[in-house]
């Protein structure tokens, strides 16, 4: 079974930029998170989705969006890009994201650097 | 406000050695507690995880101790080998949220020869 998928894995921007990036999940799992992982931060959760609904939401301003699709696909979203937005985004999927000691799988990551 | 604490922030051991990780929560509410392994440009991999009510699991070589009195578990990887070099996060999760795990800040761990 193929892993989680992250597209692309790496990307260079500017400040005032936006940028999408994309997630596809195991297939099967209907869950889908996001998380920024930086250095001084370290892992931090920024959205699940589930059936195309945003269902828990971590402290991030709304620049943070995302969304997704029909077939579990997902993508976030981050507008007005700032210098601090430089970080590795992680996608995980899960089959139902509720059941506790429910596995998430990690994709690679897509390393973000706004200059 | 971070909820989980993690030490050290990294840790260095000899081959054969037996590092530990510990770490600490505040919400007491989690009832999942994972261990994710994570190697340079990769994305973190789950290791091994253990419940409340649960004082000790094995895997292989590593082992997770819970104290649920004292909020802290702690990671133990016994014959430590230089491909377990890698860095460590713990993490918590609760029931109904399982997707949201509140991740500690890491250890970087380097198992020398």
């Known amino acids: 079974k193929a892993g989680v998928t992250q597209t692309p894995r790496y990307l260079i921007k500017t400040r005032g930029q936006q940028v999408t990036l994309s997630c596809s999940p195991i297939s099967g799992h209907r869950s889908v998170s996001w998380y920024q992982q930086t250095p001084g931060q370290g892992l931090q959760f920024l959205f699940e989705y589930f059936s195309e609904t945003q269902r828990n939401k971590g402290n991030f301003p709304g620049r943070f969006s995302g969304r997704q699709f029909s077939n579990s696909r997902s993508e976030m979203n981050v507008s007005t890009l700032e210098l601090g937005d430089s970080a590795l985004y992680l996608c995980?999927?899960?089959?139902?994201?509720?059941?506790?000691?429910?596995?998430?799988?990690f994709g690679p990551g897509t390393r973000l650097l706004v200059l | 406000q971070q909820q989980v604490k993690q030490s050290p922030q990294s840790l260095i051991v000899q081959k054969g050695g037996i590092p530990i990780i510990n770490c600490a929560y505040e919400?007491?509410?989690?009832?999942?507690f994972p261990w994710y392994q994570q190697f340079p440009g990769k994305g973190p991999a789950l290791l091994i995880a253990?419940?409340?009510?649960?004082s000790e699991k094995k895997e292989g070589r590593f082992t997770i101790s819970f104290n649920k009195s004292a909020k802290q578990f702690s990671l133990h990887i016994m014959d430590s080998q230089p491909g377990d070099s890698a860095t460590y996060f713990c993490?918590?999760?609760?029931?109904?949220?399982?997707?949201?795990?509140?991740f500690g800040t890491g250890t970087r761990l380097q198992v020398t020869l």
């Open positions: 995980a999927s899960s089959l139902s994201g509720r059941a506790s000691g429910e596995t998430q799988y």
């Open positions: 993490a918590a999760s609760f029931t109904g949220t399982a997707s949201k795990l509140t």
């Open positions: 253990i419940r409340p009510d649960v």
């Open positions: 919400n007491t509410a989690f009832d999942y």
